[in-house]
């Protein structure tokens, strides 16, 4: 087999392993999920990983992660000693259900899919393969279109486990679903993770889905997962990224939402070495509304590159898009905003704002809001900034006796927290105010204090006189 | 003396302003600079305050005795300066609580205090609101976000009032009040006036000056002070007009 498009050692290791362990990888499919990925194998042999020659890519060069040699593409599950100690959330009075991933395998101490009485099933993506078939051949790759991109395509036919929850008509999840996805291996390692999530009409969850790691060493996690939102379905998906500088993460998540569904996902990027999220979102049915929010704090030789596409295919849809950024270093972040209003979509609402604060002379965004508009009733806006810290309010604040540094804090923090403010969450919305200073400040580390606990348990902050001790 | 200016000179992206300014203020003494616009008040306010956009190219402003142009704005702030804005600047997501607090217990870490206790800080604040009568709430409102002109100003007063300057420079806070707010804000600066500490007013009016009567009143006109007296000079001038001064020097 001959990848005509580009070659680098990551693709043909994809097409090595997959030619060597396709028959592990297929084990629990039945033939819909097997033909879709020998499908999706045969687009990525076409069309291979995304290079800066793609639109949707020109501003992220992935060539050191494409070059780079990458262990256990293919794992068995591995025992976990004590799965308590790894996976503990220390936010404090956050009350929810717990999923753990380690490296892209779910982790449990008792059953891989759990069923509640109310017929809600959540889990172990591999596990709902082997339990539920036809529910997740339903699903599988109808959203993520993996003639799109190499990233979806190799996925598709490679990835083994994620986590998988569905929530039946009408049924309310009360706990927030928490999914904490860690990257510890002694190796450089690319992970593939596929996720699956199923609302039914009414049906309601709110979804904690973070990504820490542990160790130092280099990694690559190429997830997708595909969210169905029923009619009037409910979700609320906050996304946390904080991992280490030499982590590269790709995250593709597909949205498809019915008719009156209601969406709002909020990305807060704090750490990592090369983000680049992709939200696909598709309103596929009228009265549905999205809010997508991001912030991200990036430094030294960091990058993000936040991708949205949002496509109105009904009429009377709102899209809401908010993302800023604070840029330190030499780091640079990058945002397309991508809506598409189609002739049908009468009434739609659609808006999209960036605005970027860029520290350094060094430091660099490239943003790029877009709207395309083929109905002629719609309310729509866009618009971006790239500036640096008002200084107006720097003397301001500088006149009243506050040093500069700290001027510097309070305007950053009243920058980013427009974002954070958008959490309903109130336990996690007072932590990542926290975690949002303490990362401005410098101060957080990422081993030792994110969402997860690790080792060392933290002290508690209070946050009304957080500012005054900096 | 408590500030003395000798032959200051200040100019903006090359652009003279202040072309030779000489000024003393005691403690316990209140002074009104006034003048037509564009003759170097703002100026002096910010170069007072120490507003990095100003260069002073010639003379010195002594503080205590010491050289005030040697230290940055924060540290001015905290040896007892204070500049009420002629525009006071909104900061969204940064609340008037928070920012009150951050800079009480600054300038108190400044001279070696600990942190000022929360209940202290809350009775502080309550009690100053009340005396420039600011009824909202501070503790969600961010700083000057949403505030009409004269709760801006007011704003500025309750700012200098928690704050407890030895020097309040106040730029023009007259200007877009209304008879009611002018008479707050006067009545504000007036309760803190005292032996221990001098203001400097600046403004275009003679109006203000019937609220805040000062020791001295003062004519700046080309960047230069040209003409300086007691309240009455206030009075001709509101009389005769600036161009009763322009013709004097002239």
Not at chain 1, 4 to 14: A, H, R
Not at chain 2, 142 to 170: H, Y
């Amino acid at each position: 087999m001959k990848n005509n498009l580009n070659s680098f050692p990551l693709s043909d290791k994809f097409i090595h392993d997959f030619g060597v362990y396709q028959a592990d990888i297929k084990r629990y499919d039945n033939e819909k999920i097997a033909l879709c990925r020998d499908q999706a194998f045969e687009h990525f042999l076409k069309i291979g990983l995304p290079t800066r020659n793609l639109e949707d890519w020109k501003n992220t060069d992935l060539s050191e992660v494409y070059n780079e040699s990458y262990n256990h593409f293919y794992h068995e599950f591995e025992k976990v000693e004590d799965i308590d100690k790894v996976f503990q959330c220390n936010v404090p009075h956050l009350n929810t259900i717990m999923l753990a991933m380690l490296n892209g395998r779910y982790v449990s101490k008792d059953e891989q899919l759990k069923v509640l009485p109310n017929g809600v099933i959540y889990g172990s993506f591999e596990a709902a393969l082997q339990q539920y078939p036809d529910l997740v051949a339903k699903h599988y790759a109808k959203y993520a279109d993996y003639t799109k991109n190499g990233f979806t395509a190799i996925n598709t036919a490679m990835a083994q486990d994620g986590f998988f929850i569905y929530v039946p008509d009408g049924i309310e999840v009360k706990k927030p679903v928490q999914i904490v996805n860690v990257i510890h291996h002694e190796h450089n390692i690319c992970i593939q993770t596929r996720n699956l999530i199923v609302l039914g009409k009414n049906a309601k969850l709110t979804l904690i889905h973070c990504d820490d790691s542990y160790n130092h060493q280099k990694s690559l996690s190429n997830t997708i997962s595909e969210i169905v939102l029923g009619e009037n379905a409910s979700l609320d998906h906050y996304k946390m990224q904080n991992v280490n500088n030499d982590s590269t993460l790709i995250n593709f998540a597909y949205f498809h939402m019915d008719a009156n569904a209601r969406l709002c996902s909020n990305g807060l990027s704090l750490n990592g070495g090369i983000l680049k999220n992709n939200n696909y979102v598709k309103m596929n049915g009228e009265g549905s509304e999205c809010n997508i929010y991001g912030l991200y704090l990036m430094d030294r030789k960091q990058h993000i590159d936040n991708l949205v596409y949002v496509e109105h295919l009904k009429p009377h849809c709102t899209s809401n898009e908010l993302f800023k950024g604070i840029i330190d270093d030499s780091a640079s972040a990058v945002f397309n905003g991508h809506v598409i209003v189609s002739k049908d979509a009468q009434k739609t609402n659609a808006f999209q704002s960036n605005k970027n604060i860029l520290l350094t002379d060094k430091a660099k965004v490239n943003t790029k809001p877009f709207l395309e508009i083929y109905a002629d009733d719609v309310k729509c806006s866009h618009g971006a900034t790239v500036g640096q810290l008002d200084t107006e309010a720097m003397f301001y604040i500088r006149s009243r006796g506050i040093s500069e540094h700290n001027a510097q804090m309070l305007l950053m923090y009243a920058f980013a927290d427009e974002v954070i403010q958008k959490i309903s969450i109130e336990a996690l919305k007072h932590r990542l105010e926290d975690m949002v200073k303490k990362r401005l400040r410098g101060e957080l580390s990422v081993c030792e204090q994110c969402v997860l606990h690790c080792s060392n348990p933290e002290k508690e902050y209070s946050f009304e006189i957080d500012l005054t001790k900096i | 003396m408590l500030l003395k200016i000798k032959n200051l000179h200040a100019s903006i992206n090359g652009k003279e302003i202040l072309k030779g300014v000489n000024l003393e203020v005691n403690k316990g003494e209140v002074h009104a600079i006034m003048g037509p616009n564009g003759t170097g008040k703002s100026t002096l306010a910010s170069v007072i305050a120490g507003r990095e956009v100003f260069e002073v190219t010639k003379g010195e402003v002594l503080y205590k005795g010491k050289n005030l142009l040697d230290i940055p704005v924060e540290a001015r702030a905290c040896e007892g300066i204070f500049l009420g804005f002629q525009y006071p600047v909104e900061i969204p997501g940064v609340s008037m609580t928070n920012f009150m607090r951050t800079a009480v217990n600054e300038q108190r870490k400044y001279h070696g205090l600990d942190p000022i206790p929360s209940g202290e800080f809350l009775r502080l604040m309550e009690e100053k609101k009340k005396m420039v009568e600011i009824t909202a709430k501070l503790t969600n409102r961010s700083v000057n976000e949403g505030f009409s002109g004269g709760e801006k100003k007011k704003n500025e007063i309750f700012q200098m009032a928690m704050l407890n300057p030895t020097l309040s420079v106040l730029d023009e806070t007259d200007s877009g009040l209304d008879i009611d707010a002018l008479r707050i804000v006067a009545n504000g600066v007036n309760k803190l006036r005292s032996k221990e500490n001098a203001t400097i007013v600046i403004t275009h009016y003679q109006r203000l000056l019937d609220y805040i009567v000062p020791d001295f009143v003062h004519v700046l006109f080309e960047g230069r002070i040209v003409k300086s007296g007691g309240k009455e000079l206030a009075l001709e001038l509101e009389s005769k007009g600036y161009e009763w001064i322009k013709d004097g020097i002239s």
